[in-house]
């Protein structure tokens, strides 16, 4: 969040998916299979966050352009991975989260319900949890 010298505090958040795809020459990673969420051009919905003299004025266009509502170009909210996290560390299995994800699918966010296995050990990984646990349940 910027501040001017008048104390007024400005925020900006774009959609994920404006931009141009940046080619790097020397990539050390493939690019992913579904390649990028960058549109090539700009998406007007964006939300501007201004504070002034206890005053909070919001600017909200919704509406996507130059793409689809792609729900597999999603990412899960904070929440969502810190939830996924506190499960894991209790030692739930990975089926057992994503049979729970599946079987609830119409209360929660569209980005959960594409969740794989690869995600489940993405959060493992960035909550710094133990890899060593088992990932699937033992039949």
Same mark, same amino acid.
């Given at each position: ?21 940046? $080619? ?6 493939? +690019? &992913? ?5 960058? %549109?090539? @051009?700009?998406?007007? =919905? ?21 793409? $689809? ?6 990412? +899960? &909210? ?5 939830? %996924?996290? @506190?499960?894991?560390? =209790? ?49």
């Amino acid at each position: 969040m910027s501040r001017n010298k008048n104390g007024t505090k400005k925020k900006e958040y774009f959609c994920h998916r404006d931009g141009f795809y940046n $080619d790097y020459k020397n990539r050390k990673k493939q +690019l &992913k299979s579904q390649g990028s969420n960058k %549109i090539n @051009g700009s998406c007007l =919905s964006i939300m501007k966050y201004k504070k002034e003299n206890g005053v909070v004025l919001i600017q909200f266009i919704k509406s996507h352009t130059g793409h $689809d509502a792609n729900i597999g170009r999603l990412n +899960l &909210k904070k929440d969502e991975r810190a939830e %996924i996290a @506190g499960k894991l560390k =209790s030692g739930v299995p990975l089926d057992v989260i994503l049979d729970e994800i599946r079987d609830h699918a119409s209360d929660i966010h569209a980005a959960l319900t594409t969740t794989t296995k690869q995600d489940l050990r993405n959060i493992i990984r960035d909550f710094n949890l133990d890899p060593t646990r088992p990932l699937v349940t033992e039949s």
